[in-house]
Nanobody, 115 residues
């Protein structure tokens, strides 16, 4: 069982920056690592991915503003968020995925962007 703990959320003004960190309790090198977010009243959406082979994906609305990195030696992933907008307000979740039965989630961290 892999445990994921997110940190780094908070309140920031529009245009500001935040960095989120996800720390895993075990090795993540075999997992695709993802950041999801869920805003009030909306479905959870995939924000960014770095696969275990290095493939990447970014949600169109965050491209050129968010950068995801992973450190398999430290079992951590990061999400650097720049030029934040009020519409980025959500609970952000770290996810580690390898298969349907190896699919782990963190508890989430709140990001609030004020206008």
């Amino acid at each position: 069982q892999l445990q994921l703990v997110e940190s780094g959320g908070g309140l920031v003004q529009a245009g500001g920056s935040l960095s989120l960190t996800c720390t895993a309790s075990g090795h993540i090198d075999i997992f695709d690592m993802n950041w999801f977010r869920q805003a009030p009243g909306k479905e959870r959406e995939l924000v960014a991915t770095i696969g275990n082979v290095g493939n990447t994906y970014y949600l169109t609305s965050v491209k050129d503003r968010f950068t995801m990195t992973r450190d398999d030696h430290r079992n951590t992933v990061h999400l650097r968020m720049n030029a934040l907008k009020p519409e980025d307000t959500a609970v952000y979740y770290c996810n580690a995925l390898r298969s349907s039965w190896e699919n782990y989630w963190g508890q989430g961290t709140q990001v609030t962007v004020s206008s």
